[in-house]
């Protein structure tokens, strides 16, 4: 779906609020979400016949579950979302209701698509694809008809919560797992078997830009509250946080953090990283919390305008990366030819 190109004026009361849409999520709509996709963690596995158990299903683990954001508050919202940040969306239409006493309750839906969503994070685990007859048959089984409803509410949960995308390879026929926005890193350790964080680094990576690409500590920490991830506390999938976020997000080069100057007692702020500045684009970070939001990224005039610049230079920036390369490319045949003239 593309975005409208508009930049409408907004009055610095509605610049303030569109500045703090961030911290203006559903809570109520966050913790549904992390209700039904924690189904996951304590209702049977996805299919518990022999079939769903020589297949590899894998057994939900304590506490397995999922974060949502206050970028991520749709987590629990329509199921017509796109697949994927490349805004695919998927092949089969989504089916309409059937009248009378035969439809799915909502409660169903959302049971499967978190049970799904806990499959899609085994096979993802394992680095294995996964394709629509797996899904069928040791999943949704009875619910066939409504798969793309399902499969649709379970990638955007995906997308959302741990910073997946779901692909499809018409090629082999199955679907693959990305990390979003071309990110090269999911926050597992080496050999770590858990889930992706790649959702809460996106989500820290959207404060900072929306707080002028700078946010103190206190700021990320009352967003990521909302989601019930606490600096300090365990938490019941992510384990402690604090150490993901100003260690390893740090030690990877994704995040700064730093102490602000001539503070007393000592407060500490987040600014992007090296390798998330070389990795993702701030109008990446801007569609995705529109997308988030239902609205365009013009909604948000200030990070728009910042967000286009920073386009525009890194397209210049590649010109002339490609202008030196050339270059240089050139005076090296050059040299080659003079060489060779003089033998």
């Excluded at 949502?68 to 979302?81: C, N």
């Excluded at 858990?194 to 820290?204: A, D, R, Y």
């Excluded at 909302?226 to 740090?250: A, C, D, M, N, W």
Aim: a positive charge; proline letters at 5%; hydrophobic letters at 35%.
């Amino acid at each position: 779906m593309p975005f409208r190109q508009k930049n409408p004026q907004c009055s610095p009361k509605q610049s303030r609020r569109s500045h703090s849409a961030m911290q203006g999520l559903e809570v109520a709509q966050v913790s549904k979400a992390l209700e039904e996709t924690h189904l996951s963690s304590h209702s049977p596995e996805p299919g518990n016949s022999k079939e769903a158990r020589s297949a590899g299903t894998p057994r939900a683990t304590k506490g397995q579950s999922s974060h949502s954001s206050s970028i991520a508050s749709t987590a629990t919202s329509s199921s017509h979302s796109r697949v994927g940040s490349g805004g695919q969306k998927g092949k089969a239409s989504t089916p309409r209701a059937r009248p009378g006493p035969k439809n799915v309750p909502i409660d169903a839906i959302d049971k499967h698509a978190a049970l799904l969503v806990n499959y899609m994070l085994f096979k993802y685990q394992m680095k294995e694809p996964i394709t629509k007859a797996d899904m069928l048959k040791i999943v949704i089984k009875e619910y066939k008809l409504h798969f793309v409803e399902i499969f649709l509410k379970a990638c955007e949960r995906m997308e959302m919560i741990f910073g997946l995308d779901v692909k499809e390879d018409p090629t082999n026929h199955c679907y693959v797992f990305l990390i979003k926005m071309g990110l090269t890193y999911d926050g597992m350790l080496h050999g770590e078997k858990g889930v992706p964080k790649t959702g809460i680094l996106i989500l820290i990576l959207g404060v900072i830009f929306m707080k002028g690409n700078c946010a103190t500590e206190e700021e990320v920490w009352e967003v990521l509250s909302l989601t019930g991830i606490r600096s300090g506390r365990k938490h019941f999938i992510f384990g402690e946080p604090r150490e993901l976020i100003t260690k390893v997000f740090v030690k990877e080069k994704y995040l700064k953090y730093r102490r602000v100057a001539n503070s007393d007692p000592a407060k500490f702020e987040f600014l992007w990283g090296p390798r998330a500045h070389a990795e993702v684009t701030k109008m990446q970070v801007l569609e995705f919390l529109a997308k988030v939001h239902e609205t365009d990224p013009s909604s948000f005039p200030s990070q728009y305008e910042e967000a286009l610049q920073d386009e525009e230079e890194r397209a210049r920036a590649h010109i002339s990366a490609g202008a030196v390369s050339a270059s240089v490319g050139n005076a090296g045949s050059n040299a080659k030819s003079s060489s060779f003239s003089h033998t």
